[in-house]
């Protein structure tokens, strides 16, 4: 892909939450950049609408993973007693995010706040000054659709993560303006349901939008997700059949190729929804992988996993390690668990087993070290097909939902599924979801919308403290004493930004 075709930061000055604390002249200065002078012609809006993207970047290569998929039984940390004390991504993973009258000053936390509003303010500055510009029709639509999208995505995120947020629909001007009241979930979600849903009718879809964008495809699917967490089952179905029977996508053959290798095979047939990186010195490249790696790791070690002319040692605490709970949760002959999960065998490791698995799939050849362009999938069409079969199911339909459920199951060489009762299918698709998307942020949200983190998360937190040894501590190492006192559906919101305002 050329690079023109990559999303990259902008020079636009996007107010955010949390740049509010200014003041502005009301006389606006037409000889200095701002939001009242910079929007005067199409290309103005195809680069704030690039910039708007720009922080899913950091949002995927550094904190989803850590609130989605390690706040569950998918994936832990292996304890590395030389990297020093505990820190905010381990209070994640352990359920023992310290939080008070609300609020928490994890930093995970706070940074994915504060990323998904920079989404947020950017989307509400192009969707409040487009409509007063003229040109082209298709391309007006098109750039509001994908901010419409953007924003229904950012807030989607926030809501699962926090329950309540503030609602912002217009650029933010004034300390005052800043500070709202917290929204319910319920308003939320209907904000999310009106974005998704005109984005669906304004944007193209995948076979004319330009790669890497969103598409119509993409807003039907988030706003499938969003009734799925609502339950409304009819409009689950009616919006993922559109998806399958219209949008032109398609299951790789090979579960391997569903995601992308650093340079090659990016926004394929299956690719929903995918955030955009690339190799290479321009500053669009993640890193991701590196997070995930079992360390402390030599170079010679490395090396095989990476493929990179300039490997380098590593030693630091690492995340989002795949459980045994997870590994023995493939069947046998599931060709998905080899893509998945690999394993390494650290020399210096201070576990009495140095062999650790890790996330095999995120491990593809790249050039140079820390420097990787493999696209994270947000959503792909295998999703897609479990939304549909866990609509069906719940519509009271098993056998149906049984059709699309034996898509996904025969790719990766599975038998056809052979739960028959709506409850028997209804665990099935549970289950599934859980191998076919591992490590893709999914697991979290998968137990909190089906009201199952107790019942997951207590035994699981057991388990470990039972048998720390298995889930990657060293001899001698235990979790801490606050492990797995902190189940709560939701996190507390930021500290820093709960100084700023009143309302909470």
């Not at 719940?394 to 990766?412: C, D, F, H, I, M």
């Not at 549970?430 to 107790?454: C, I, M, P, Q, S």
């Not at 699981?460 to 709560?488: E, H, V």
Request: aromatic content about 10%.
């Amino acid at each position: 892909m050329k690079r023109t075709k990559y999303i990259a930061t902008t020079c636009l000055l996007a107010l955010s939450m949390t740049a509010c604390r200014e003041s502005f002249l009301t006389v606006v200065p037409e000889t200095a950049l701002s939001s009242a002078t910079f929007f005067t012609k199409e290309a103005d809006f195809q680069q704030a609408v690039n910039g708007t993207y720009v922080p899913l970047r950091t949002i995927f290569n550094n904190h989803a993973w850590v609130l989605e998929e390690m706040h569950s039984d998918n994936s832990y940390y292996a304890r590395n007693v030389l990297y020093g004390a505990v820190d905010a991504t381990e209070n994640v993973a352990n359920f023992a995010v310290p939080t008070a009258n609300g609020v928490t000053a994890n930093n995970n936390v706070l940074q994915q706040y504060r990323l998904n509003y920079q989404i947020i303010a950017r989307a509400n500055q192009i969707l409040t000054s487009i409509d007063a510009v003229e040109f082209a029709e298709a391309s007006k639509n098109n750039l509001k659709g994908q901010a419409l999208f953007l924003r229904a995505f950012a807030y989607f995120d926030l809501i699962r993560l926090f329950g309540k947020v503030p609602l912002h629909l217009t650029p933010v001007t004034t300390r005052e303006d800043a500070a709202l009241p917290l929204s319910t979930t319920e308003e939320v979600y209907a904000q999310i349901e009106k974005d998704a849903s005109a984005a669906s009718t304004l944007l193209p879809n995948k076979a004319t939008q330009e790669a890497g964008r969103a598409t119509s495809g993409a807003a039907k699917t988030l706003l499938a997700n969003l009734y799925l967490t609502q339950k409304k089952w009819d409009q689950v179905v009616t919006l993922t059949k559109d998806v399958v029977g219209k949008d032109g996508y398609a299951l790789m053959p090979d579960y391997n190729n569903a995601f992308s290798f650093t340079g090659t095979n990016k926004n394929n047939q299956e690719s929903v929804f995918e955030v955009q990186y690339m190799e290479g010195s321009a500053g669009y490249n993640g890193g991701f992988i590196y997070s995930f790696i079992p360390s402390p790791i030599t170079a010679a070690e490395l090396q095989p996993l990476t493929g990179t002319s300039n490997t380098q040692p590593t030693s630091q605490e690492s995340n989002n390690i795949p459980t045994p709970d997870l590994i023995a949760a493939y069947e046998a002959g599931d060709k998905r668990k080899d893509v998945n999960i690999g394993y390494v065998t650290l020399s210096g490791a201070a576990q009495a087993n140095k062999t650790i698995p890790y996330i095999k799939k995120y491990a593809r050849p790249h050039s140079l070290h820390g420097n990787t362009g493999q696209n994270w999938p947000v959503y792909r069409y295998a999703e897609v097909l479990l939304f549909l079969a866990e609509g069906l199911n719940e519509q009271g339909k098993p056998s149906e939902a049984a059709t699309y459920l034996n898509q996904v199951r025969a790719r990766a060489g599975l038998a056809a599924t052979k739960a028959a009762s709506q409850a028997d299918m209804r665990e099935a698709i549970f289950k599934e979801r859980r191998v076919e998307l591992a490590f893709e942020n999914k697991r979290w949200f998968d137990l909190t919308r089906t009201g199952r983190v107790k019942e997951i998360i207590e035994p699981y937190g057991a388990r470990i403290k039972a048998n720390p040894a298995a889930y990657y501590f060293p001899q001698g190492a235990i979790p801490p004493a606050n492990a797995f006192t902190n189940l709560d559906q939701y996190y507390g919101l930021p500290a820093d930004e709960s100084a700023l305002t009143p309302n909470f």
